[in-house]
């Protein structure tokens, strides 16, 4: 069983930066998406970023050239530098990992940009 807990969520001001860290425990592939995904307020849950085996990254198009991905295989771990906040960016975030047809969530952490 994989758990994921994240951390690094606040508050800031827009055009500040936050980075967000996940770190998993459990069995984690190499070949294993991981990435990020948001939800705000009254809004569908929506991927923000993915990170493939092979670190090529995909982005939504409202945060390509702000945010930037990376992942830590060795520990397990995937984060996301979040520049150039806006107040759009506000959503509870949250770590996924997606492997032979499971995915894993965790329990998201909170990111509020003020204007």
């Known amino acids: 069983q994989v758990q994921l807990v994240e951390s690094g969520g606040g508050l800031v001001q827009a055009g500040g930066s936050l980075r967000l860290s996940c770190g998993g425990s459990g069995s984690i592939s190499r070949l294993a998406y991981m990435g990020w995904y948001r939800q705000a307020p009254g809004k569908q849950r929506e991927l923000v970023a993915r990170i493939f085996s092979g670190g090529s990254t995909l982005y939504a198009d409202s945060v390509k050239g702000r945010f930037t991905a990376s992942r830590d295989n060795a520990k397990n771990s995937v984060f996301l530098q979040m520049n150039t906040l806006k107040p759009e960016d506000t959503a509870v975030y949250y770590c996924?990992?997606?492997?032979?047809?499971?995915?894993?969530w965790g329990q998201g952490t909170q990111v509020t940009v003020s204007s």
């Open positions: 996924n990992v997606a492997q032979f047809g499971s995915n894993y």
